[in-house]
């Protein structure tokens, strides 16, 4: 009986679990990654498109973005058979894939350590050397 019962709920466990949608940026040829505000954020179709793609297009212009949400075969393959066009310069066109929400957004910065931190790894290695003089 523990055994049906426990197979019964897992069951329930797994059909909850396949159902996962993701959020991503979607906009068309938008000039200065203007698009990666909330007004943009769509919710993709569950159980069909579990990515976001992003393109980035060097025109004569300036850099354009195309963001949306994809299925992971179709931004995969698309990716990779544009990779020998991103080079960065004009006429460029780079495609990346990605897999948690919002993530063809702008790239986000890395938290700048602050001057305690940069005082305890200071003082951390000024101190190790005299340690080591000592023994």
């Known amino acids: 009986m523990r055994l049906l019962v426990f197979a019964t709920l897992f069951g ?26 909330p007004e943009y954020v769509v919710n993709c179709t569950v159980n069909v498109q579990d990515m976001c793609q992003k393109e980035v297009l060097v025109k004569p212009d300036g850099i354009h973005y195309r963001k949306s949400c994809a299925s992971s075969g179709a931004c995969l393959i698309a990716s990779s058979g544009y990779q020998q066009f991103c080079t960065g310069r004009l006429n460029s066109v780079c495609i990346t894939c990605c897999n948690t929400p919002l993530c063809n957004g702008p790239k986000r910065k890395r938290p700048v350590p602050s001057a305690a931190t940069s005082n305890r790894l200071a003082l951390l290695f000024l101190t190790v050397p005299m340690l080591l003089h000592l023994t």
């Open 12 to 37: 329930l466990f797994l059909d909850a679990g396949d159902a996962l949608q993701i959020q991503c940026y979607q906009c068309e040829e938008m000039k200065h990654n203007d698009c990666s505000t």
